[in-house]
């Protein structure tokens, strides 16, 4: 069965950040991932991994400032050394809650500027080589133009196309169930072609980004395909609960217990 991570950006939005972790527990996760922990000093994050028996599935590189409407820096040749002083940061981040993947953000750009996309190029192959010397794997994921108009990665051919021209070991897809079926369709196509380069899943329903089963995707048919596609990874939970994150997990009872 998949690995399912909470993502504490979006999931137990009723109680504060820090106590997130412990529901996500409670609840029956036994890993987590979230947008950003730079709020929060490294040791508390890695206290509540810890505290809670929880796996840190997945966070994002700094992508600027995201509280202004920025989404990356990778696109913008002019913040390279803000992107390579980012990296530095995630990495204590990293080192302290166990992390073995990390989101870089493209940043919005238009997809067609030659200039954002050589600028694109060299930030993730620069990226990938600094993740690759601490031993952990960069993931790219294409976000649709409807959730953040504007975004450079838009595409998941593009996606595809960079990871296996780059060909760094540790540079890998994010595969988003969600994006996928809004940017393209015929995600479970996409997911048998692209499996090999796929090392981060996240799903949500379409078109409310709820909970799964509540939407047009047949959300159980993908799970199952995972297992049949020999996928190990983790699937994160990047949904926004309908109401009341607990009340709307019934969909997860069907996945606990079930053996591997």
Partial sequence: ?????????????????????????????????????????????????????LTQALFNLPPGDFAKGERGLAAFPERLDELKAGVDTALRYAEATGVARLHLMAGLAPHDDAKAAEA??????????????????????????RNMPGYFLNDFGRAADLIRALALPNLKLQFDLYHCQILHGDVTMRLRALM????????????????????????????????????????GCEYIPAADTVAGLGWLAAYQGRAR
């Fill in 1 to 53: 069965m998949p690995r399912f991570a909470a993502n504490l950006s979006l999931m137990f939005n009723e109680v504060p950040f820090l106590d997130r972790f412990e529901a996500a527990a409670r609840a029956g996760f036994d890993a987590v991932e979230f947008l950003f922990p730079y709020e929060h000093p490294p040791e508390a994050i890695a206290e509540r991994l810890r505290a809670n028996g």
């Fill in 120 to 145: 694109y190029r060299r930030a993730v192959a620069w990226t990938a080589e600094r993740l690759g010397g601490a031993g952990l794997d960069l993931v790219l994921e294409p976000i649709n133009t």
């Fill in 196 to 235: 090999p380069i796929i090392g981060h899943v996240q799903t949500a329903s379409v078109p409310e980004r709820h909970e799964p089963g509540t939407g047009e995707m047949n959300d159980a048919f993908l799970f199952d395909e995972l297992d049949r596609l020999g996928y190990a990874g983790f699937v």
